[in-house]
């Protein structure tokens, strides 16, 4: 309890004012009084101060949560490493038909809310080392610092992953593994027509696709295969689920500069960590998928 032991008339010159002063005792201590005006305006200052402090904590507890979830979208997103940093600014565009192409893919991530409207894909077809993946990886990095979903794999590992659910022993049906390639916002089929291109394949093919037609999901095929023979390769029924919606072909026809580009020191390394092990925190829709191996 404060015990008042005695007052004292005193005058603020700061606010003009008259004020009776009272001396308190806490315990052992004597604790002096404050001008009335001068405690209003230390509480407000005091009051400023910590709503100043908690907002400064609130926004770096936001940003370490924002870093958190994009650094699990890329441990998500199965992007090979060296790509990690890949960007539409490193990537060397040097001629016409590269320039072209940069630009397809710049418009396709600047306007990606619209590609979602329709669902409309891109197919990115040309000789090898021409830059394909640079720019696909691109696409995806950019759009997972906007906050989206990505995955990048092989055709031959995501028929792999859906045959595996094909072992008796298999932990997720078919559907499951096809479910979470549907459902990530963007899907990146690299590497097709690397695979033999049986019926089978062709079939599973359309089965993914066809799924992320069905809700409006862009995917990026990528292949070294010319116009003609993706279409001969996935089949027409595939081939239309890319067009629907205004799909695009961007065509790679230039030589590999992939020497090049592997003595290029301004492309930066990968800011990200390897990951050893499947992301604990992935999208659910991505839970049942694995990574790499």
């Avoid at 979208?73 to 990537?91: A, C, E, G, H, W």
């Avoid at 809310?113 to 990095?141: D, S, V």
């Avoid at 629907?244 to 592997?262: C, H, T």
Wanted: with cysteine.
């Amino acid at each position: 309890m404060f015990k008042v032991i005695k007052t004292e008339n005193r005058h603020c010159e700061e606010h003009g004012i008259d004020w009776v002063c009272e001396f308190t005792k806490l315990g052992g201590r004597v604790l002096e009084g404050e001008c009335p005006e001068c405690l209003k305006e230390r509480v407000e200052r005091e009051r400023i101060e910590d709503q100043r402090r908690m907002a400064e904590e609130a926004k770096q507890r936001q940003i370490a949560y924002e870093r958190q979830c994009l650094e699990r979208r890329v441990s998500s997103s199965l992007i090979p490493q060296k790509y990690l940093t890949r960007t539409f600014d490193n990537y060397r565009a040097e001629t016409p038909d590269q320039l072209k192409a940069l630009s397809a893919c710049q418009r396709f991530a600047e306007d990606f809310y619209g590609f979602q409207r329709t669902g409309a894909g891109l197919i990115m077809t040309g000789r090898p080392g021409t830059g394909k993946t640079h720019l696909a990886c691109a696409i995806a990095n950019s759009l997972i610092e906007q906050g989206h979903t990505c995955v990048f794999i092989t055709a031959s590992k995501m028929i792999r992953k859906i045959r595996e659910t094909y072992r008796r022993d298999s932990e997720f049906t078919e559907q499951q593994i096809i479910d979470s390639l549907r459902d990530v916002d963007l899907l990146i089929i690299d590497e097709v027509g690397v695979q033999r291109g049986t019926e089978s394949e062709e079939h599973l093919l359309f089965e993914v696709l066809n799924e992320r037609n069905s809700v409006f999901a862009p995917t990026i095929i990528l292949s070294n295969l010319t116009a003609n023979q993706i279409k001969d390769y996935i089949g027409e029924r595939a081939l239309d689920r890319l067009r629907e919606g205004g799909g695009k072909l961007v065509v790679f026809d230039w030589e590999s500069y992939r020497g090049r580009v592997a003595e290029d020191s301004d492309l930066p390394g990968a800011e990200y960590p390897v990951r050893t092990e499947p992301a604990k925190h992935s999208p659910a829709c991505l839970s049942p998928f694995p990574m790499e191996d």
